[in-house]
T-cell receptor, first 115, second 114 residues
Framework: EAGVVQSPRYKIIEKKQPVAFWCNPISGHNTLYWYLQNLGQGPELLIRYENEEAVDDSQLPKDRFSAERLKGVDSTLKIQPAELGDSAVYLC?????????????FGPGTRLTVL | GNSVTQMEGPVTLSEEAFLTINCTYTATGYPSLFWYVQYPGEGLQLLLKATKADDKGSNKGFEATYRKETTSFHLEKGSVQVSDSAVYFCALSDPDTGGFKTIFGAGTRLFVKA
């Protein structure tokens, strides 16, 4: 069974440029998460989708970040414009359903460097 | 707010040594507790979990017990291997969001020497 797929694995951009990350969750998983992981820190939730609905986007900086999950399958996270402080690893995860004991399956992440 | 605190790393051990990684949490209500592991170049993967007080989660020789009285979920393994070298994250399901949001600790890096 294929795991969570993310692309690209690495991205280097100049500040003020736009960037997009793509995630394909495990087949059949209804819940999709985007996390931000700074160096030496644990993942922090940016947004959670139930199918195509964003049910928790309270931590997403909406002035520059946007996300979509069309058709409730794969998802794209965009930053426009990027700032130096956005350099981090962006993780995508999925789970079969949302529950308090759900196991999340993580992709390998996209490492973003903003110069 | 709810949070997870785990011991700082890196932790360096020789093969076959005993491992303990401390994790304590602050939560209103009754969260589920998790340990995730991240091997080099890979995504996080669930190692074990416990959903209520006194539950013991175990997997691959690792175990952790949900201690409500001390708000702890320490990870232990009796004999580590070089292949256990990774970053370990303690996490909880946030009761304030019905458990749908997972809060992670900062991670503890483990190095095991042959």
């Amino acid at each position: 069974e294929a795991g969570v797929v993310q692309s690209p694995r690495y991205k280097i951009i100049e500040k003020k440029q736009p960037v997009a990350f793509w995630c394909n969750p495990i087949s059949g998983h209804n819940t999709l998460y985007w996390y931000l992981q700074n160096l030496g820190q644990g993942p922090e939730l940016l947004i959670r989708y139930e199918n195509e609905e964003a049910v928790d986007d309270s931590q997403l900086p909406k002035d520059r970040f946007s996300a979509e999950r069309l058709k409730g399958v794969d998802s794209t996270l965009k930053i426009q414009p990027a700032e130096l402080g956005d350099s981090a690893v962006y993780l995508c995860a999925s789970s079969l359903v949302s529950s308090r004991s759900n196991e999340q399956f993580f992709g390998p992440g996209t490492r973003l460097t903003v110069l | 707010g709810n949070s997870v605190t785990q011991m700082e790393g890196p932790v360096t051990l020789s093969e076959e040594a005993f491992l303990t990684i401390n994790c304590t949490y602050t939560a209103t209500g009754y969260p589920s507790l998790f340990w995730y592991v991240q091997y080099p170049g890979e995504g996080l993967q669930l190692l074990l979990k416990a959903t209520k007080a006194d539950d013991k989660g175990s997997n691959k020789g690792f175990e952790a017990t949900y201690r409500k009285e001390t708000t702890s979920f320490h990870l232990e393994k009796g004999s580590v291997q070089v292949s256990d070298s990774a970053v370990y994250f303690c996490a909880l399901s946030d009761p304030d969001t019905g458990g749908f949001k997972t809060i992670f600790g900062a991670g503890t890096r483990l190095f095991v020497k042959a």
